[in-house]
């Protein structure tokens, strides 16, 4: 069940749910502030993914293959698209899970939230999910003609939006690989992330 409420305050009020006593927290970061800045890295990794890629594209073909307004426009779109960013997390939740979608209190940063045990590979999947929302634009843009700046422009900017917002859902996936086995659920509750051993 997904549910959308405009402004979240507390995300532990929406990361409650009922916690199985073989949990075992993960060694991770915590607060928000300090997961975003050990991610930093990965982002720093995806940018030179999207940079590398116009730059082949250009000098594949010898020419401007983007109109930079276009670029802006693009990332205005990919910064709208990023509720349906939070939908794809949600959707890899089974019905019975209980998913709440909304807008940080004070940021530009929109969540998807549950506490709700998912085997490791189904973890990864919804982690990784919205990466649809950069790859469907890049791919567009690799194939797209180099004369077609304004369209280029407008899916480039929508695939560095997509492509690099996942970058602390990379670093989760880095955290469940490095600490829980192949047989492990992986579980939200309140601020922290937990195994489940089964």
């Given at each position: 069940?997904?549910?959308?409420?405009?402004?979240?305050?507390?995300?532990?009020?929406?990361?409650?749910?009922?916690?199985?006593?073989?949990?075992?927290?993960?060694?991770?970061?915590?607060?928000?502030?300090?997961?975003?800045?050990?991610?930093?890295?990965?982002?720093?990794?995806?940018?030179?993914?999207?940079?590398?890629?116009?730059c082949m594209k250009a000098l594949a073909s010898k020419s401007m293959v983007f109109f930079l307004p276009a670029v802006?426009?693009?990332?205005?779109?990919?910064?709208?698209?990023?509720?349906?960013?939070?939908?794809?997390?949600?959707?890899?939740?089974?019905?019975?899970?209980?998913?709440?979608?909304?807008?940080?209190?004070?940021?530009?940063?929109?969540?998807?939230?549950?506490s709700f045990p998912l085997k490791r590979s189904r973890f990864i999947v919804m982690c990784l999910l919205p990466f649809?929302?950069?790859?469907?634009?890049?791919?567009?843009?690799?194939?797209?003609?180099?004369?077609?700046?304004?369209?280029?422009?407008?899916?480039?900017?929508?695939?560095?939006?997509?492509?690099?917002?996942?970058?602390?859902?990379?670093?989760?996936?880095?955290?469940?690989?490095?600490?829980?086995k192949n047989t492990d659920k992986i579980m939200f509750y309140g601020d922290g992330l937990y195994r489940i051993s089964?």
């Open positions: 069940m997904i549910k959308y409420v405009k402004i979240i305050d507390n995300i532990g009020e929406y990361q409650c749910g009922k916690l199985p006593l073989t949990a075992q927290k993960l060694d991770a970061p915590a607060t928000t502030e300090e997961m975003m800045r050990k991610s930093a890295p990965i982002a720093v990794i995806l940018c030179a993914i999207m940079s590398l890629t116009i802006l426009g693009g990332l205005f779109l990919g910064f709208l698209f990023l509720i349906i960013h939070e939908w794809l997390h949600a959707i890899a939740y089974p019905g019975k899970a209980a998913v709440t979608i909304g807008k940080l209190k004070g940021r530009l940063v929109f969540v998807a939230l549950a649809l929302l950069g790859m469907i634009p890049l791919i567009l843009f690799v194939l797209s003609p180099p004369q077609n700046t304004i369209f280029n422009g407008l899916l480039f900017g929508m695939a560095c939006m997509g492509m690099i917002s996942p970058y602390p859902d990379v670093y989760n996936i880095i955290l469940v690989l490095q600490q829980a089964s």
